[in-house]
């Protein structure tokens, strides 16, 4: 293949892999008005499902669609992701209650979750040795390069697509069409419709010079929903950790469904033929080694994403320009990260500059950690930008680990593997923030209806004052800010401890089964000298 035919179809895949990560993080910047239409803060709980229902479906999908990939073959499967992305778009922006953009989230994430795997197989198919690394970390950037872009595109959507006046104007006002078209958060994903279609378009032209690659074995459909069902059950008594009228099924009981159907998926997994993960796979240390990292890594991800947009609604009382900064910064930094790992990888090893990336990524949560009402912003958004630059650097080298652990027959299910630990690791994050962070912050609201409990905050000389009275709200709203910054900086700091853990499986990468350059060879996966038009001539970037 031409080194022009492989750069197109990287270009291909790369386009996919930014649209979905522009997805990402614009529906952080637009929860505050998708409550605000359709529920209400009061709803925040079950609102965590409009991102919980993506994740989930995103993470099932991604095993299969990796399966899929290394059975079927790549262009078909590329365009369907993204037509299933599209329609899931266009129901998310048609949504009239919280339930049905739930359920029209859940469609989105089937197709987010098979465009990031089959963007990072066909990357691995694409090109070998050193070039391999720098095609994922291509995609990888492009990937968070759509992180980056997510919160500035959300804030310009919600602020100059806004077509309320429109219809008042018009005369309109609470017309069906109005209802449908005059919200500025649904454009963020009606537009994402579009978008796709590009993407599938320009798939659909550098199809032809795609490698077709197929084997054996059927998807584990089965497998694939107890692991969803029981991940689904833990994550939902997480968020129900700490809440004073539990009801029925509590914590403990869905934590008890989780398990057993946990342990069902694994003894599925084990004696099915073509299992939906393929247990079997983590002998192999590095590719164990590559998915707990990756796993570990999600929760600190979720942590600083969500954790950020909490600070600055709670702690700084900034609405979404404030936050596309400093979302935008993480995210970008992510990105730069992501793409000079890639060539680092000549260099260095996988195990030095994961190291590297933790390090950096632990000194920036220790940094967003010390943020407070009182200090600069900008403190924050260093830290938050230091922890994104050393996250990007451990993403190629653990992606580029498991798919060479494993050979060119797996590439699909490998990327998948370290993918969905990614996502399972910030489900979990997330879970905890909702049940535990943002629980404890909403719980400082009491203050508004229990004047015994805002006595208690309240300096001598204002106590016994109406809440009206404008020395209140301001000492309430700094309190409720001291207060909010300190549950933070705790979850920053756990997120902080679990990147520590994280340097035990960086260590083990290294030391796992690694093929030989024969074995490479002869599993189709290795560079022969003199290939003028393989691989590292392709990716000459």
């Known amino acids: 293949m031409s080194r022009r035919d492989r750069l197109l179809l990287l270009g291909a895949l790369s386009g996919g892999a930014l649209l979905v990560g522009v997805e990402l993080l614009i529906t952080a910047v637009a929860l505050p008005a998708i409550l605000a239409d359709l529920a209400g803060w009061t709803e925040l709980r079950r609102a965590s499902w409009i991102v919980n229902g993506y994740a989930l479906t995103y993470i099932a999908t991604m095993p299969l669609a990796g399966r899929a990939a290394d059975r079927y073959g790549l262009p078909r499967l590329f365009i369907m992701a993204l037509a299933v992305f599209a329609v899931g778009s266009v129901l998310s922006g048609l949504a009239q209650s919280l339930d049905q953009l739930i359920a029209a989230r859940v469609v989105q994430g089937i197709g987010a979750g098979a465009v990031v795997p089959l963007a990072t197989a066909g990357a691995s198919h694409l090109f070998e040795g050193p070039s391999r690394a720098r095609a994922l970390g291509v995609v ?11 919160p500035f595109a959300g804030a310009t959507i919600l602020q100059s697509l806004e077509l309320g006046p429109f219809f008042a104007s018009a005369g309109s006002d609470g ?105 079997r796979l983590l002998r192999d240390r590095t590719f164990a080694a590559a998915v707990v990292l990756s796993l570990l890594t999600g929760y600190a991800l979720a942590t600083a994403i969500i954790g950020a947009a909490v600070f600055v609604d709670r702690v ?47 000194g920036g949560l220790l940094l967003a950690a010390a943020a407070g009402p009182e200090t600069e ?57 909702t049940g535990f962070g943002s629980r404890r912050i909403e719980s400082l609201s009491v203050v508004l209806v229990d004047a015994v409990a805002r006595d208690a905050v309240l300096p001598p000389a204002l106590r016994g004052r109406p809440l009206e009275n404008g020395l209140v709200v301001d000492a309430l709203e700094s309190w409720a800010s001291l207060q909010a910054a300190s549950i933070l900086s705790g979850l920053f700091l756990v997120a902080t401890a679990v990147l520590v853990v ?40």
């Open 140 to 150: 990888g950037a492009f990937t968070f390069l759509g992180m980056a872009m997510g």
């Open 377 to 433: 912003r900008d403190l924050l958004i260093g830290g938050l930008a230091l922890f994104g630059l050393g996250f990007g650097l451990t993403v190629t080298p653990r992606s580029t680990a498991a798919v060479e652990a494993l050979g060119r027959e797996s590439f699909g299910i490998a990327s998948a593997g370290v993918t969905v630990a990614r996502m399972a690791g910030m489900a979990v994050g997330l879970a905890v923030l």
């Open 502 to 541: 994280a340097v035990l499986p960086t260590l083990l990468m290294g030391n796992g089964a690694r093929r030989t350059g024969d074995q490479r060879i002869m599993q189709g996966d290795g560079h022969v000298a003199g290939d003028e038009d393989g691989s590292e001539a392709a990716l000459a970037l």
């Open 175 to 279: 017309s069906p069409l109005s209802t449908f078209l005059a919200p500025s958060w649904r454009w963020i994903f009606f537009l994402g419709a579009p978008l796709a279609l590009l993407a599938m378009l320009y798939t659909w032209a550098a199809a032809p010079a795609w490698p077709r690659v197929s084997t054996r074995g059927g998807l584990d459909v089965f497998g694939a929903s107890l692991f969803t069902a029981a991940l689904a059950a833990g994550l939902l008594g997480l968020t129900r950790l700490g809440e004073e009228e539990v009801g029925f099924p509590g914590p403990l009981e869905l934590g008890l469904v989780a398990l057993v159907l946990g342990v069902a998926a694994i003894i599925w997994n084990i004696r099915a033929r073509d299992p939906f993960i393929d247990l």
């Open 316 to 362: 700084r009382y900034a609405g979404p320009n404030e936050q596309q900064i400093v979302l935008g910064a993480l995210a970008l930094a992510m990105a730069v990260g992501a793409l000079g790992a890639g060539f680092a990888m000549r260099y260095l090893s996988a195990v030095l500059l994961s190291l590297v990336g933790l390090a950096l990524s632990i």
